[in-house]
């Protein structure tokens, strides 16, 4: 428990200091523009304990069930909104990939299979999440800058200091109630910034579906993070 490295992200607009832990196991200090090295030193410091608890969670970082890497062929599935579905090479009317309870990819994307599977995902998590994030943000009674869908790894949504709420494409594979969390914790951040009580019992108390959706990321988080 010697060395504990963390990577500092000042904004001019933040006006609390947070300290997360993501899935990579990397350390992210979010800081005012202004604040001291060393008093984020001495704040890490009081963290340190927490900090260990984080990284060394056995559930949070465990191996991967399946390695990535599927192939986009015959008889392999892929995920969409929780369910694994059948993959077929076949032709298709639009001469793109289309869904009708199976993943149909046409023969002319032989050597771009994946891409093309990837591109889908994306278009379905801006028609699908960007419109539930709308009705949500309505809901709850704030407006953002922007919503965004973005590729990123190990982080599955993020409010930022302008309002911008980003939300990771990979979320279209898991189910609509972990969907439906994700949007909901971001948003509540535009109440609350920090992860106080506050924050917790307002997603709690939008989304009642919380601790199981928190769960089940924990648990299958690793296998939404494969391109397929």
Known sequence: MNNLEYKIVRSARRKKLTISVERDKSVVVHAPQDTPEETIRHIVETKRRWLFDKLNHSQK???????????V???ESAPYLGREYRIEITETESGGVEFVRAFLIPVSHQRKRREALKSWYIARAKETILSRAGKKAHELGVTYKAAKIVDRLYQWGSCTVDSTVNFNWRLIKAPMFVVDYVITHELAHLLEN?????????????????AKAKSWLKEHGQLLEEEV
């Open 61 to 71: 970082y465990q191996s991967r069930l399946h390695p990535p890497g599927k192939e």
């Open 73 to 75: 062929v015959n008889g």
């Open 194 to 210: 920090n992860h106080t009580d506050r924050f917790w019992n307002i997603v709690r108390a939008n989304n009642p579906t919380m």
